[in-house]
């Protein structure tokens, strides 16, 4: 008798680097680990951005794993939110939210006001949205209550003081 084929599992291909994911099927349905909270989850298009988009901020951009944290829960106006990406300091400060859209979703205004929301909680530098295929960081500038479009997603290395290197 032979074994039980895998069955194979098509995803879209993303605007990111491509990386080898650990995919199982549990109960017949896809998932994919999460190497932040160090467990499998399903495997939606929306978890399929962030997976992709976690391995480019940390093998790509040199992001440290244990600065970053998945599905982090904020309090929004006494009502309970989860930013999707959060990535902190070396004094675990949170620097960046990230906010993941599947990729058949349009980046429109409606998600930067989102994640802005989450940003009122949070006041983070640097805010990102991603749909695997178009991603946007923008830096905010409290001061002077406005924000610059960044070309590319900054590497670590921006954020850390010569003496914390």
């Not at 480019?56 to 009502?79: F, H, K, Q, R």
């Not at 902190?88 to 979703?105: A, F, H, S």
Request: charged share 20%; hydrophobic share 35%; with cysteine.
């Amino acid at each position: 008798m032979s074994e039980p084929s895998t069955p194979t599992i098509i995803m879209p291909r993303l605007n990111l680097p491509p990386f080898t994911p650990r995919l199982t099927i549990t109960g017949g349905k896809p998932r994919i680990w999460d190497s932040l909270r160090q467990r499998y989850v399903a495997l939606t298009p929306e978890e399929w951005v962030r997976q992709h988009f976690v391995s480019y901020l940390t093998a790509s951009l040199d992001y440290p794993t244990p600065l970053m944290a998945n599905e982090v829960s904020i309090d929004l106006n006494g009502m309970s939110r989860r930013c999707d990406t959060v990535v902190y300091d070396t004094q675990l400060r949170p620097l960046m939210i990230v906010e993941y859209k599947r990729p058949g979703v349009k980046i429109t205004q409606k998600v930067f006001s989102q994640i802005s929301r989450y940003n009122l909680t949070m006041r983070v530098d640097y805010l990102t949205v991603s749909n695997g295929l178009q991603h946007f960081c923008c830096k905010m500038h409290y001061e002077s209550g406005t924000y610059t479009f960044l070309e590319n997603i900054p590497q670590w290395s921006v954020f850390v003081k010569p003496n914390e290197r």
